[in-house]
């Protein structure tokens, strides 16, 4: 299995940036592509069919899918965890117990949120206010994209349980291929058949369905602990219960970004259709933030799991330090090159000039701000690795949740502006990250590790 060592990064050893980076481009490719999914969706019926289709692909339907496949996400980071620490411990039992109990936890999520969705899609549309003018598009589009859903969540499981291991390249490996795959699909079902939003909803379910085989057949196929028999898939009491004690928390977390997301977007909806529209392309330019902080999450959470395991307390605290570094010079940079070509960028999802006018107001707002949010994502990474999973989401809660409602319910009544509603943005980080700032310095100090800088 040659190639298959090839592919894992020895985290508990060796020079610690040089190893995190070795991680964190593999994953960093691999969010990009799987971000490229919902983009090429956007561009095509942006482009070729217009800009209600646009804001039908987007918008609501995208924040309505974020809330239910972003909350397993989370809860599906629980095994990720565990699996982790096991892994960096040695203890190929309990990490091959862990990986048929993530696989059963992944079909059994999959297909509720497949009928949750696809039954409760037009009442929550509706109750967002979605215009009526993309209404049937927006149900057409997110009813399709929730058939496919069992497959999306068993390639986010499987992809965790092989970064959990050190190996990140293969799950980037296969979403290049699918992403290929999803590209080609776009332009035949909307370009050549005309199926509109419907067709690019069929497309991305069939290439999420090519990546979730292909994930499978690595895990039916390794000689390592960590192999998966379709006949043992199953779930393992206790390591359900460490799964659920670890991921519930960190679901219930990214639930509640996404609920306060609700908000906002039912707060977009009552712009006109050019903000839509606008909305709905920045927030594919503004996934190419979150996918490199979410990369740099994930990072750190293997990381810190698997030296934390292995009891490399050392390794652990300087690994946050490096991971808190790149992250924020990312974000500087980032922030840099969109403000320096945000008309550009915004051209192309939409050529109409009140589109992009929209976009440019929403962009150059909120890009300057990314560097507020970084230190929410490490640390919170981190405090997971180490098992602290309620700590992050009371943070969150109180910070992002609460404050967040409470701008949006009492502000923008007042003062009904798009960039009152986006202010609630950097807001929110802001505080949110001074509370994680304050807590994880306490629990530095609590574990005798006071003498440290972060």
Not at 114 to 124: D, H, N, R, T, V
Not at 143 to 161: D, E, K, P, S, W
């Amino acid at each position: 299995m040659k190639n298959e060592h090839n592919s894992k990064v020895s985290i508990t050893e060796g020079v610690i940036w040089k190893q995190l980076l070795l991680y964190f481009f593999p994953l960093l490719f691999g969010t990009f592509f799987q971000q490229l999914y919902n983009t090429i969706d956007a561009v095509v019926v942006g482009r070729y069919v217009g800009k209600e289709a646009l804001s039908a692909v987007g918008g609501a339907t995208g924040t309505l899918i974020n809330v239910l496949i972003g909350f397993f996400v989370g809860l599906s980071s629980g095994a990720t965890v565990i699996i982790s620490q096991y892994y960096g411990g040695k203890k190929k039992e309990e990490v091959n117990q862990s990986v048929h109990t993530a696989i059963a936890l992944a079909i059994t999520g999959g297909f509720v949120i497949m009928i949750i969705g696809f039954l409760g899609s037009p009442y929550a549309l509706k109750l967002m206010g979605t215009p009526k003018e993309i209404y049937k598009d927006a149900l057409t589009f997110i009813r399709i994209y929730f058939l496919g859903t069992v497959f999306n969540v068993v390639y986010n499981m499987g992809a965790g349980i092989l970064r959990a291991i050190g190996d990140s390249k293969r799950p980037l490996y296969f979403l290049i291929i699918s992403c290929g795959v999803n590209i080609v699909l776009d332009l035949l079902f909307v370009v050549v058949f005309h199926w509109g939003v419907g067709g690019t909803a069929a497309a991305t379910v069939l290439s999420q369905l090519l990546s979730a085989c292909l994930i499978c057949m690595v895990l039916m196929k390794t000689d390592d602990c960590y192999k998966l028999y379709l006949s043992k898939i199953r779930f393992h009491k206790e390591i359900f219960k460490r799964i659920i004690h670890i991921g519930l928390p960190a679901g219930a977390q990214s639930l509640m970004y996404s609920t306060s997301n609700l908000l906002i977007q039912s707060s977009m909806n009552s712009f006109n259709i050019n903000v839509l529209a606008a909305w709905t392309a920045y927030g594919k330019i503004d996934g190419i933030f979150w996918m490199i902080m979410n990369s740099f999450g994930v990072s750190v959470t293997t990381f810190v799991g698997q030296n934390f395991g292995a009891g490399k307390q050392d390794r652990v605290q300087k690994g946050i330090r490096v991971c808190l570094g790149f992250a924020m010079a990312s974000a500087v940079f980032l922030s840099v090159t969109l403000s320096i070509f945000a008309a550009n960028i915004m051209g192309i999802f939409n050529k109409d000039p009140a589109v992009i006018q929209e976009g440019l107001v929403i962009l150059h707002f909120l890009v300057p701000t990314y560097c507020t949010y970084v230190l929410i994502e490490i640390l919170s990474g981190a405090l997971r690795g180490m098992g602290q999973a309620v700590i992050p989401f009371i943070l969150t809660f109180l910070g992002v949740c609460v404050l967040r409602i409470a701008w949006i319910l009492s502000a923008v009544p007042v003062w009904h502006d798009v960039k009152t509603v986006i202010f609630s943005y950097p807001l929110t980080w802001s505080v949110t990250s001074l509370l994680f700032l304050i807590y994880y310095f306490y629990f530095k100090k609590k574990n005798g590790l006071i003498n440290m800088s972060i």
